[in-house]
T-cell receptor
Protein backbone atom coordinates (compact mmCIF):
# COMPACT_ATOMS: atom_id res chain seq x y z
CA UNK A 1 0.00 0.00 0.00
CA UNK A 2 1.37 3.42 -0.94
CA UNK A 3 2.11 5.82 1.87
CA UNK A 4 1.48 9.54 1.98
CA UNK A 5 3.20 11.14 -0.98
CA UNK A 6 4.11 14.77 -1.39
CA UNK A 7 5.20 16.73 -4.43
CA UNK A 8 7.50 18.47 -5.08
CA UNK A 9 10.13 17.26 -2.65
CA UNK A 10 12.12 20.47 -3.07
CA UNK A 11 11.20 23.83 -4.48
CA UNK A 12 13.17 27.07 -4.75
CA UNK A 13 11.18 30.13 -5.75
CA UNK A 14 11.65 33.87 -5.67
CA UNK A 15 9.83 36.14 -3.28
CA UNK A 16 6.51 37.12 -4.75
CA UNK A 17 6.06 33.98 -6.81
CA UNK A 18 3.44 31.30 -6.27
CA UNK A 19 4.04 27.71 -5.24
CA UNK A 20 1.60 24.85 -5.00
CA UNK A 21 2.38 21.82 -2.89
CA UNK A 22 0.48 18.60 -3.37
CA UNK A 23 -0.29 15.79 -0.96
CA UNK A 24 -1.76 12.40 -1.79
CA UNK A 25 -2.95 10.70 1.39
CA UNK A 26 -3.17 7.00 1.95
CA UNK A 27 -6.19 5.65 0.10
CA UNK A 28 -9.28 5.59 2.30
CA UNK A 29 -7.96 8.07 4.86
CA UNK A 30 -10.61 10.69 5.54
CA UNK A 31 -8.37 12.87 7.69
CA UNK A 32 -5.65 14.94 6.08
CA UNK A 33 -3.37 17.35 7.89
CA UNK A 34 -0.84 19.97 6.85
CA UNK A 35 2.06 21.07 9.03
CA UNK A 36 5.06 23.34 8.65
CA UNK A 37 8.51 23.27 10.18
CA UNK A 38 10.50 26.47 9.89
CA UNK A 39 14.26 26.75 10.46
CA UNK A 40 14.59 23.55 12.50
CA UNK A 41 12.00 24.68 14.99
CA UNK A 42 8.88 22.86 16.07
CA UNK A 43 6.46 21.28 13.66
CA UNK A 44 3.35 23.45 13.61
CA UNK A 45 -0.14 22.37 12.73
CA UNK A 46 -1.66 24.30 9.83
CA UNK A 47 -5.00 22.70 9.09
CA UNK A 48 -7.13 19.59 9.08
CA UNK A 49 -9.46 18.25 6.40
CA UNK A 50 -12.13 15.65 6.96
CA UNK A 51 -12.82 14.41 3.49
CA UNK A 52 -13.23 17.59 1.43
CA UNK A 53 -14.22 19.84 4.32
CA UNK A 54 -11.90 22.02 6.37
CA UNK A 55 -12.37 20.87 9.94
CA UNK A 56 -9.84 23.18 11.51
CA UNK A 57 -7.69 25.81 9.86
CA UNK A 58 -6.63 27.61 12.99
CA UNK A 59 -2.94 27.17 12.23
CA UNK A 60 -2.90 28.83 8.83
CA UNK A 61 -0.54 31.78 9.19
CA UNK A 62 -2.30 34.28 6.91
CA UNK A 63 -4.43 34.63 3.81
CA UNK A 64 -1.51 34.04 1.48
CA UNK A 65 -1.99 30.35 2.21
CA UNK A 66 -4.85 28.48 0.57
CA UNK A 67 -5.52 24.79 1.05
CA UNK A 68 -7.97 22.68 -0.90
CA UNK A 69 -8.90 19.03 -0.99
CA UNK A 70 -10.64 18.15 -4.19
CA UNK A 71 -13.27 15.44 -3.82
CA UNK A 72 -11.80 14.36 -0.54
CA UNK A 73 -8.77 12.81 -2.21
CA UNK A 74 -5.52 14.72 -2.76
CA UNK A 75 -4.89 18.13 -1.26
CA UNK A 76 -3.00 21.19 -2.41
CA UNK A 77 -1.47 23.98 -0.40
CA UNK A 78 -0.86 27.16 -2.35
CA UNK A 79 1.32 30.01 -1.16
CA UNK A 80 0.67 33.25 -3.06
CA UNK A 81 2.66 35.44 -3.02
CA UNK A 82 5.50 33.70 -1.24
CA UNK A 83 7.57 35.59 1.34
CA UNK A 84 11.02 34.78 2.71
CA UNK A 85 9.57 33.62 6.05
CA UNK A 86 7.54 30.94 4.29
CA UNK A 87 10.68 28.88 3.79
CA UNK A 88 10.59 25.58 5.59
CA UNK A 89 9.43 22.01 5.32
CA UNK A 90 5.75 21.40 4.72
CA UNK A 91 4.51 18.04 5.93
CA UNK A 92 1.29 16.32 5.07
CA UNK A 93 -0.21 13.49 7.10
CA UNK A 94 -3.32 11.36 6.93
CA UNK A 95 -5.30 9.03 9.14
CA UNK A 96 -8.39 6.89 9.07
CA UNK A 97 -11.55 8.15 10.70
CA UNK A 98 -11.56 7.43 14.42
CA UNK A 99 -7.96 6.23 14.49
CA UNK A 100 -5.34 8.24 16.34
CA UNK A 101 -2.32 7.07 14.37
CA UNK A 102 -1.30 9.51 11.68
CA UNK A 103 1.02 8.76 8.77
CA UNK A 104 3.36 11.43 7.50
CA UNK A 105 4.74 12.12 4.08
CA UNK A 106 8.40 12.92 3.55
CA UNK A 107 7.75 16.62 3.36
CA UNK A 108 8.13 19.33 0.74
CA UNK A 109 11.13 21.60 1.25
CA UNK A 110 10.33 25.16 0.23
CA UNK A 111 13.02 27.81 -0.08
CA UNK A 112 11.98 31.36 -0.89
CA UNK A 113 14.85 33.58 -2.04
CA UNK B 1 -2.80 26.37 25.45
CA UNK B 2 -0.34 23.53 25.52
CA UNK B 3 3.39 23.49 24.90
CA UNK B 4 6.19 20.96 24.58
CA UNK B 5 9.83 21.41 25.51
CA UNK B 6 12.48 19.01 24.36
CA UNK B 7 15.37 19.83 26.61
CA UNK B 8 18.20 18.69 24.35
CA UNK B 9 18.54 19.65 20.70
CA UNK B 10 21.49 17.28 20.10
CA UNK B 11 22.35 14.04 21.90
CA UNK B 12 25.52 12.25 20.80
CA UNK B 13 26.12 8.79 22.26
CA UNK B 14 28.25 5.78 21.53
CA UNK B 15 26.78 2.56 20.24
CA UNK B 16 25.41 0.26 22.94
CA UNK B 17 25.23 3.09 25.48
CA UNK B 18 21.93 3.99 27.13
CA UNK B 19 20.13 7.15 26.10
CA UNK B 20 17.38 9.40 27.43
CA UNK B 21 15.68 12.06 25.36
CA UNK B 22 13.83 14.46 27.59
CA UNK B 23 10.41 15.92 27.00
CA UNK B 24 8.34 18.17 29.24
CA UNK B 25 4.92 19.52 28.45
CA UNK B 26 2.44 21.97 29.85
CA UNK B 27 -1.31 21.78 29.58
CA UNK B 28 -4.33 22.76 31.61
CA UNK B 29 -6.20 19.55 30.76
CA UNK B 30 -5.51 15.86 30.41
CA UNK B 31 -3.18 15.06 27.56
CA UNK B 32 -2.17 12.33 25.20
CA UNK B 33 1.51 12.01 24.44
CA UNK B 34 3.45 10.81 21.43
CA UNK B 35 7.02 10.27 20.28
CA UNK B 36 7.81 10.34 16.58
CA UNK B 37 11.04 9.48 14.82
CA UNK B 38 12.31 10.88 11.53
CA UNK B 39 15.11 8.94 9.88
CA UNK B 40 17.18 10.75 7.24
CA UNK B 41 15.23 11.42 4.05
CA UNK B 42 12.04 9.93 5.43
CA UNK B 43 8.80 11.20 6.91
CA UNK B 44 7.93 11.11 10.60
CA UNK B 45 6.86 7.77 12.01
CA UNK B 46 5.00 7.14 15.23
CA UNK B 47 7.35 5.51 17.71
CA UNK B 48 5.04 5.14 20.70
CA UNK B 49 2.11 6.81 22.38
CA UNK B 50 0.42 7.19 25.72
CA UNK B 51 -3.35 7.55 25.72
CA UNK B 52 -4.36 5.94 29.01
CA UNK B 53 -3.62 2.99 31.26
CA UNK B 54 -0.08 1.96 32.07
CA UNK B 55 2.21 4.96 32.25
CA UNK B 56 5.09 2.98 30.75
CA UNK B 57 4.77 2.45 27.03
CA UNK B 58 7.11 0.59 24.74
CA UNK B 59 7.96 0.51 21.06
CA UNK B 60 8.82 -2.53 18.98
CA UNK B 61 12.46 -1.49 18.61
CA UNK B 62 13.37 -1.25 22.28
CA UNK B 63 12.46 2.33 23.15
CA UNK B 64 10.22 3.10 26.10
CA UNK B 65 8.71 6.22 27.58
CA UNK B 66 7.09 6.89 30.91
CA UNK B 67 4.30 9.35 31.47
CA UNK B 68 4.92 11.25 34.70
CA UNK B 69 1.92 13.44 35.44
CA UNK B 70 3.38 15.11 38.53
CA UNK B 71 6.51 16.14 36.66
CA UNK B 72 4.67 16.72 33.36
CA UNK B 73 7.27 14.68 31.54
CA UNK B 74 7.35 11.96 28.91
CA UNK B 75 11.03 11.07 28.56
CA UNK B 76 12.13 8.55 25.95
CA UNK B 77 14.72 5.94 26.88
CA UNK B 78 16.60 3.05 25.38
CA UNK B 79 19.04 0.90 27.37
CA UNK B 80 21.37 0.19 24.46
CA UNK B 81 21.34 2.16 21.20
CA UNK B 82 22.37 1.07 17.72
CA UNK B 83 23.83 3.03 14.83
CA UNK B 84 20.47 2.66 13.10
CA UNK B 85 18.78 4.68 15.87
CA UNK B 86 20.45 7.81 14.53
CA UNK B 87 17.52 10.08 13.70
CA UNK B 88 15.57 13.10 14.86
CA UNK B 89 12.98 12.46 17.56
CA UNK B 90 9.92 14.59 18.21
CA UNK B 91 7.77 14.67 21.31
CA UNK B 92 4.15 15.74 20.80
CA UNK B 93 1.12 16.37 23.00
CA UNK B 94 -2.55 16.46 22.18
CA UNK B 95 -5.49 17.44 24.34
CA UNK B 96 -7.65 14.79 22.73
CA UNK B 97 -7.12 11.52 20.97
CA UNK B 98 -6.91 13.31 17.63
CA UNK B 99 -3.18 13.02 17.21
CA UNK B 100 -3.39 15.14 14.09
CA UNK B 101 -3.66 18.40 16.00
CA UNK B 102 -0.76 17.76 18.31
CA UNK B 103 1.70 20.36 19.53
CA UNK B 104 5.24 19.28 18.73
CA UNK B 105 8.57 19.98 20.35
CA UNK B 106 11.56 21.33 18.46
CA UNK B 107 13.05 17.86 18.00
CA UNK B 108 16.12 16.12 19.38
CA UNK B 109 18.79 14.81 17.03
CA UNK B 110 20.20 11.55 18.31
CA UNK B 111 23.55 10.64 16.80
CA UNK B 112 24.90 7.20 17.61
CA UNK B 113 28.63 6.86 17.05
CA UNK B 114 30.56 3.59 16.62
Amino acid sequence: EAGVTQFPSHSVIEKGQTVTLRCDPISGHDNLYWYRRVMGKEIKFLLHFVKESKQDESGMPNNRFLAERTGGTYSTLKVQPAELEDSGVYFCASSQAGVNTIYFGEGSWLTVV
Amino acid sequence: AQSVTQLDSQVPVFEEAPVELRCNYSSSVSVYLFWYVQYPNQGLQLLLKYLSGSTLVESINGFEAEFNKSQTSFHLRKPSVHISDTAEYFCAVSENTNAGKSTFGDGTTLTVKP
